[in-house]
């Protein structure tokens, strides 16, 4: 019975997304495919990183940060909305546990964000050539990705009151922690002060391990970045869970 | 007797507001139960904490025998709640709503008693709409398919005929007093005394969260409120002082009110008028209703009503 609860939330939350593909996935893929053309044609002849072309070295970093991004909104714009709507009342009355809750979001969070980064991937394949050094990298990454900005997105769900405050959320939090984590560069490349401050951005290491996976070469050690995003992940389900265990701004 | 709903002790404050006040009640199986009470009495507060939404600060709230916290999934599975508010998810459609929410509470392959659902509450030709499209009756309707998806046999009814039409109303209603008959129990509010007194068996009154009146709705009547013979004399008659001549009569707008119990009192009440040199002009029986009860329990005419 509780399996069929959870398997339904999840199904529901794919199904609203699938949706509005157009919006959901198409879009995003669309704005990274824009990334690319315009950072590769500026940057092409002046930057090779790890000794790949730039364009090469760019796209996993724009798949990466696709997967972040959209399993991000996809459990938060999907609590915000039905909290100002209202229709919260019909997840929140049946027998459906508060962990079951949590994975069906954030589950389907993962799943919106590996289509929109499969899309990313395919679409910007055409214009430089890819390599897939430890595919198992790249799937481990994407996966413990998509599954922390998905938790981060619930908890963010639930504390937003208004789309307003969603939106600051996305904007002054997760937009400047995914651009300035080393998708368009190597920290290599920065001077030693924001060398020193990227490491202390936790998506840094999923860009860098993601990027592992497609080159075989990283700024920091594959385990490593591993370890970091895995506690990472655990101390933001804790929250999250803990969130819907107390009814956290869902139950009064 | 097998009881359906037991509260116990219920308080709940948010901030200065006590929205619930040691509530008792006990609904049985198969009951037609109305909670009714002015806004802001704490009904859709206490609805909100027998279907977890709200944590109740004191007390304890079963459905079925299950606690509503302790046991809260099998608790959930027996109770359907048709919420005040016209909520809806706009990205499905009628029969993807009404599928998604059998799944929830570990229903699967519903078609047939979802098609039932559609078919008794006049949705069968909505079914592929999507949500958006529907006036605010259809969504109305779709609130009361949602909370019946998953056969509960306790089914919650707050305001479920708020700004709905005729039509919906007795639609609704009829299919209701059907679950009811069918040994479903049903707990209405509504701000219809009227629908109130025809459907219900038992009413409870809540005022500033405490419940002030609790009793069947024919003892409640009785107790609160009487038949009343309302007459206007014929001009001929002038002044005829019938305050003096009979017991109770008062004069509104210029007809006389005379409130009775029995029916074998009207006619003494007429010979009385008749001797006092009243002609009769125009003449009607008013039926106790719940509006008069409510009023004066709301007003606090009687402390307390028995069944407390």
Not at chain 1, 44 to 54: N, Q, W
Not at chain 2, 102 to 124: K, Q
Not at chain 2, 187 to 205: D, G, W
Request: net charge neutral; charged share 15%; hydrophobic share 50%.
């Amino acid at each position: 019975m509780g399996y069929s609860g959870f398997y339904t939330l999840f199904y529901k939350e794919v199904l609203r997304f699938w949706k509005v593909a157009f919006q959901t996935v198409a879009a995003p893929v669309l704005t990274a495919v824009l990334y690319l053309l315009i950072f590769s044609q500026v940057l092409a002849e002046h930057v090779a990183v790890y000794g790949t072309p730039y364009a090469s070295f760019l796209i996993p970093g724009l798949v990466m940060m696709s997967v972040l991004q959209n399993a991000f909104a996809n459990s938060s714009s999907s609590l915000i909305q039905s909290k100002v709507l209202g229709s919260i009342v019909f997840v929140l009355l049946p027998p459906i546990s508060y962990r079951e809750f949590f994975a069906a979001y954030v589950l389907a969070a993962m799943v919106r964000g590996v289509v929109v980064g499969l899309g990313v991937l395919l679409a910007s394949a055409c214009f430089a050539p890819l390599m897939f050094e430890h595919p198992w990298w790249i799937a481990t990454f994407a996966l413990l990705g998509g599954a922390l900005l998905g938790s981060l997105g619930v908890i963010a769900g639930i504390w937003a009151d208004k789309f307003d405050q969603l939106a600051a959320f996305q904007n002054f939090l997760i937009m400047p922690l995914t651009f300035l984590s080393g998708v368009f560069y190597s920290i290599h490349s920065l001077p030693p002060i924001w060398r020193e401050l990227s490491r202390w951005n936790p998506v840094f290491y999923m860009i860098d391990g993601f990027r592992y996976g497609f080159f075989g070469v990283s700024d920091i050690a594959p385990w490593w970045s591993l370890s970091v995003v895995a506690s990472c992940l655990l101390a933001l389900s804790a929250l999250s869970l803990r969130l819907l265990r107390t009814g956290y701004k869902l139950r009064a | 007797m097998i009881i359906a709903i037991r509260i116990q002790q219920v308080g709940k404050r948010f901030g200065q507001t006590q929205a619930l006040d040691g509530v008792d009640l006990t609904i049985e199986q198969g009951e037609f139960f109305g909670l009714l009470g002015p806004n802001g009495a704490g009904k859709t507060t206490l609805i909100s904490a027998l279907a977890g939404l709200v944590r109740v600060d004191s007390g304890c709230l079963s459905v079925m025998g299950l606690d509503v916290q302790q046991d809260y999934q099998a608790a959930r599975r027996r109770l359907g709640v048709v919420p005040q508010e016209l909520v809806f998810d706009p990205f499905f459609s009628v029969r993807e709503t009404l599928k998604i929410q059998s799944g929830y509470f570990g229903v699967r392959n519903n078609d047939a008693w979802i098609d039932e659902i559609l078919d008794n509450l006049d949705l069968r030709s909505k079914a592929q709409a999507n949500m958006r499209t529907l006036s605010g009756g259809m969504k109305r309707r779709v609130l009361v398919a949602q909370a019946l998806v998953h056969r509960p046999p306790v089914i919650v009814l707050d305001e479920p005929t708020a700004g709905v039409d005729v039509e919906l109303r007795q639609t609704l209603w009829r299919f209701i007093r059907r679950l009811n008959a069918d040994g479903h129990t049903i707990v209405l509010t509504t701000h219809y005394l009227e629908e109130a007194e025809n459907l219900c068996t038992r009413i409870a009154m809540l005022k500033a969260g405490r419940i002030v009146a609790l009793d069947s709705t024919a003892n409640l009547l009785r107790r609160f409120s009487a038949h009343t013979l309302r007459l206007r004399l014929a001009p001929a008659a002038g002044g005829v002082a019938l305050a003096e001549c009979c017991a109770g009569a008062t004069e509104q707008g210029g007809w006389w009110l005379f409130p009775f119990d029995r029916f074998d009192e009207v006619e003494p009440l007429l010979a009385q008028i008749r001797q006092a040199g009243g002609v009769i002009a125009d003449l009607e029986i008013g039926k106790p209703d719940l509006e008069d009860v409510f009023l004066r329990v709301m007003q606090g005419q009687d402390g307390r009503a028995d069944g407390l």
